[in-house]
T-cell receptor, first 112, second 116 residues
Framework: DGGITQSPKYLFRKEGQNVTLSCEQN?????MYWYRQDPGQGLRLIYY???????QKGDIAEGYSVSREKKESFPLTVTSAQKNPTAFYLC???????????FGPGTRLTVL | GDSVTQMEGPVTLSEEAFLTINCTYT??????LFWYVQYPGEGLQLLLK?????DKGSNKGFEATYRKETTSFHLEKGSVQVSDSAVYFC???????????????FGQGTILTVHP
């Protein structure tokens, strides 16, 4: 079955450490996205990529970095520069910019 | 900028009750509209969509009609079930001038709880 996988489901990090969240899709989608969700709020866009080897900052990119070396993979690194990293992180993909996005199951990151 | 406003929750209903979750939007261009559902601890699932005015999206008994004149996309279901308990998000992609990069603008979400 085609879909989006994110790993791990739960992640714990000590302050000052970088951590990388995995996102893989086998839908053959060109566009991929990373969102952050905080309790009681909607989703906010961190980074997006419309094509391999290209990505752009979203609304809250500070303290995060991404890469897009392969079409199916879009890993997100949460750096120590992110002041409040504890959140639920969701990866999504779509055929292209104007089309509906399909979401992965999410990774819950907790900074200890 | 673009924005989506949903009715505040939480919404609590008895099984078989009628559901309405209001959603209004502001957008520069001609947005596509979506409803997503999120079950506890999971990612978002696309529930339904509409891409132009007067379109009606429907899925699993849920419906929403794209009303350009009132800039609304209210979600309705005639008879809710306990299994419908979840968080519902209204969202848009604005294709203003063909410059859309697929950014979804979300409402804050509405928590729905259905009791037996």
């Amino acid at each position: 079955d085609g879909g989006i996988t994110q790993s791990p489901k739960y992640l714990f990090r000590k302050e000052g450490q970088n951590v990388t969240l995995s996102c893989e899709q086998n839908l053959n989608h060109d566009a991929m996205y990373w969102y952050r969700q905080d309790p009681g709020q909607g989703l906010r866009l961190i980074y997006y990529s419309q094509i391999v080897n290209d990505f752009q900052k979203g609304d809250i990119a500070e303290g995060y970095s991404v890469s897009r070396e392969k079409k199916e993979s879009f890993p997100l690194t949460v750096t120590s520069a992110q002041k409040n990293p504890t959140a639920f992180y969701l990866c999504a993909s779509s055929i292209g910019g104007d089309y509906e996005q399909f979401f992965g199951p999410g990774t819950r990151l907790t900074v200890l | 900028g673009d924005s989506v406003t949903q009715m505040e929750g939480p919404v609590t209903l008895s099984e078989e009750a009628f559901l309405t979750i209001n959603c209004t939007y502001t957008a520069t261009g001609y947005p596509s509209l979506f409803w997503y559902v999120q079950y506890p601890g999971e990612g978002l699932q696309l529930l339904l969509k509409a891409t132009k005015a007067d379109d009606k999206g429907s899925n699993k008994g849920f419906e929403a009609t794209y009303r350009k004149e009132t800039t609304s996309f209210h979600l309705e279901k005639g008879s809710v079930q306990v299994s419908d308990s979840a968080v519902y998000f209204c969202a848009l992609i604005d294709n203003a001038g063909g410059t859309s990069y697929g950014k979804l603008t979300f409402g804050q979400g509405t928590i729905l709880t259905v009791h037996p």
